[in-house]
């Protein structure tokens, strides 16, 4: 017998695209609330973007979708409803269609700190935070840093204009500085973000030395590819607290999939192992 329920549709976009796992976390999901509905995974290259967003508001085949590299700065840019998370960041990854209305937030901010909150409860007790890297993921994480009341956050960067630029965005909490003044600016504090490619899936990375951070210090990575990275393993021999940047990717999905499909996802450890699985197989 045929299943008459309606097949509710939703999408992630990008260039390229083969590599990404958000098909497999949002399909997990469905069958565990025994939804009828697809998540597809859709290759746009930067010139046909506007007229994918476009169809959006007219095609009524997607509810919404996620939007990744390179296109996350066009999409906010396209939205007729941006929110001011998004439009404060300049860049959206969540998208969902009301009435022919596109509208956008970002959530990386949530699944990073949503990703402290489970792994390090108590983290955003720290009064000093150091983030490394100025580009584009390290916008999200300032933003949600900034939010959860940090007192100082220190952005390090091998070109310091473009810190300085971050630290005119986020206000000023936020003080830019350059790669030489890693090592003065960790002194004291309690949480250290890497927000750079640097060790991901055989990257050169470097060496930090994290001994005058806070003894109960955190350290974090937004690379995933490995889970440990190189910094996640030195910190963790000078016997620093860390948490890896899988978690990002898996709660970031979670505001998208409640809008698109109704119900709320939890990211546990089964997901956690589903996903951890199939990197193993790619290594």
Sequence with gaps: MSDSRET????????????SRSPMIHTHWLRGFGIAGEYRAIDV????????????RTSKKFRGGNVTIPHK????????????????????NTLWVT???????????????ANLDQRA?????????V?????????AVIQAVRDRKIGEIHVVNRTVERARELADRFGSRVHAHEMGALREVLSGAG???????????????????????????IVTDIVYVPLKTPMLKEAERQGKTTVDGLGMLLNQAVPGFETWFGKRPSVDEQLRQLVI???????
């Excluded at 700065?73 to 959206?92: F, I, K, N, Q, Y």
């Design 8 to 19: 509710l549709t939703a999408f992630v976009v990008g260039h390229p695209i083969h590599h």
């Design 45 to 56: 290259a930067p010139e046909q973007f506007e007229t994918f967003f476009a169809d959006l």
């Design 73 to 92: 700065e066009v999409a906010c840019r396209l939205a007729d409803r941006p929110d001011e998370l998004a439009e404060e960041l300049g860049a959206a």
């Design 99 to 113: 009435d022919g209305l596109v509208h956008a937030t970002n959530t990386d901010g949530y699944g990073f700190v």
């Design 121 to 129: 409860p108590g983290w955003s007790r720290a009064d000093k935070a």
């Design 131 to 139: 983030i490394l890297g100025a580009g584009g993921a390290s916008r």
């Design 191 to 217: 949480l250290f973000i890497n927000t750079t490619s640097l060790g991901m899936d055989g990257q050169e990375s470097i060496a930090i030395d994290f001994a005058a951070m806070q003894d109960n210090a």
């Design 277 to 283: 699985s199939d990197m193993d197989k790619h290594q």
